[in-house]
């Protein structure tokens, strides 16, 4: 039997159970769409690792149905607090001035563990009937025409229509692919980080202490005795960066902080971060996509790094499910790469610039890190204007606001005064289309299954709706 003849395993297979993974895997879910994730660690991990979801994230998992878990799991708007000498010298409020509004709901970024993050999105995913499947690593695949056949290392095989690497940076699908990661990786760690207990801090702020030679920062977590520790590594006499442990994390608090009674504890884990900024050259070859760190990695600096990932997985989940329950061709996976390629290019850009200004920031008495964080770095002003699914009007692919639990779907949402014409459209594409009444509308309002504005028109462009969405392709 040949590989074309193999009935699927799965409609869609996610390689990867981070953040990325696990954000498509629940958007396809979700529309009814078959899908596997496949994980080659041999259990989840409880590492604090990427510590945020700014606010175009939390409105993502507001749609998925995770955003309430998530908030009550997260420490808003938290205080920043700087030290110069072991000295207390000022506190900053992240985002201290911005309030909730109907098309903003969420006026802070929320600091949550990724553990915790995965967690949360392990168990939505859970309840749309799919569990991770653990210690599956992926060894090789090979795709034709009508689907790929992926290879694990304990010898199965998984035959699905679409495979999707989520994999990070490191993993294995760009790799197998073929294509090139272009960009630079610095040669020397920037920083250690670590998961310790730190009694006697009051974990009412994020302390960041600086010095001329160095620094390190404690980040507290909602519900947890553990912080995550960021400093300075520690060099040998002739300057080599020295490997994290628990003792040096202690002489790193005690040169920098100047607390007396407070012993860093129970350290659960520990890395080093060389700064890396690289893109693939493509984010799709056939059947094979790649998203999150697997297709671009940047400097933490704005915390763009997970989120970045979980976006393209929103952006893409929605395309792959129209085109798989057979609502939309094959041309509109083509629209993923269109769209997320130069965000991916922005943002390598922007946390370039938003590192300078911290390494800048950092030498100041009184400034610490809130220069990584600015209204770019919500992403909530990211749109796609220039994509070919930018169907018209002066705000076609930029972010509808005003996103409520309960609207997520792949489904387009026209907002419009209502009338026969779009209970009309309702009719005809129902499962394709949600219509939204609002008598006070001067403008029907097409918006993308990702929140984002597809088209604009008068009261009178019913017809444009209909073309339009009839040109997604077969249904």
């Known amino acids: 039997m040949t590989h074309a003849t193999v009935p699927p395993d799965t409609s869609v297979l996610v ?53 309430e878990e998530a908030t009550a799991s997260g420490i808003e708007h938290i205080t920043l607090r700087k030290y ?14 911005n309030v909730p509004t109907a098309d903003t709901p969420y006026a802070s970024g929320l600091i949550i563990p990724q ?32 689907g790929v056949t992926a290879a694990l290392a304990d010898g199965r095989r998984i035959r699905a229509e679409r495979l999707v690497g989520c994999d990070g940076g490191r993993g294995s699908v760009r790799k197998l692919l073929g294509l090139s990661f272009e960009g630079a990786t610095e040669a020397e760690e920037c920083m250690v980080i670590g998961d310790v207990r730190a009694d006697g801090l009051d974990p009412s702020y994020w302390h960041q ?39 040096s994390f202690q002489r790193i608090f005690d040169r920098h902080a100047r607390v007396p009674g407070v012993r860093l504890t129970d350290v659960r884990w520990t890395s080093v971060y060389r700064i890396s900024v690289r893109m693939a050259d493509r984010f799709r070859v056939g059947r094979v996509l790649l998203a999150g760190d697997a297709a671009h990695v940047h400097s933490i600096a ?56 911290v390494r800048e920031g950092v030498r100041r008495a009184g400034v610490g890190t809130e220069a ?15 994509s070919s ?64 504005i597809a088209l604009r028109v008068p009261p009178s462009g019913a017809g444009e709706v209909a073309e339009r969405l009839a040109g997604l392709g077969p249904r």
């Open 15 to 67: 390689v990867g159970a981070g953040p990325t993974g696990l954000t498509l895997a629940i958007v396809l879910a979700r529309a009814g769409v078959a899908v596997r994730v496949v994980e080659k660690a041999p259990e989840f991990h409880r590492e604090s690792r990427g510590k945020g979801l700014n606010q175009r994230s939390r409105e993502i998992f507001e749609d998925l149905g995770a955003g």
């Open 209 to 247: 202490w600086f010095d001329e030679d160095g620094g390190i920062m404690l980040c507290p977590f909602r519900g947890s005795d553990h912080w995550q520790l960021q400093a300075a590594p520690e060099r040998d006499a002739d300057g080599t960066v020295l490997p994290p442990s628990p003792e």
């Open 389 to 452: 699914l930018a169907w018209g009007g002066p705000d076609a692919g930029e972010r509808a606001g005003g996103v409520r639990r309960g609207e997520g779907g792949p489904w387009f949402t026209l907002r419009g005064p209502g009338g026969p014409e779009l209970r009309r459209l309702a009719d005809e594409y129902g499962t394709l289309l949600r219509i939204q009444e609002d008598p006070a509308a001067r403008d029907l309002l097409l918006v993308r299954p990702d929140h984002h």
């Open 372 to 386: 990584a964080v600015t209204e770019d770095t919500t992403t909530l002003r990211v749109g796609y204007p220039w």
């Open 84 to 97: 110069r000498g072991g000295v207390p010298v000022s506190d900053y409020v992240t985002f201290g001035d």
């Open 302 to 357: 704005g915390g763009l790094g997970m989120n970045t990932g979980i976006q393209d997985a929103f952006n893409l989940g929605w395309k792959l499910a129209l085109v798989h329950r057979g609502e939309a061709a094959e041309p509109l996976l083509d629209t993923y790469e269109e769209e997320r390629m130069p965000v991916a290019a922005w943002t390598l850009r922007l946390t370039d610039e938003r590192l300078g200004a």
């Open 115 to 146: 553990w915790r993050t995965e967690e949360i999105l392990r168990g939505r995913l859970a309840r749309l009937g799919v569990e991770v499947e653990l210690g599956a690593e992926l060894t090789g695949f090979v795709q034709d025409e009508h």
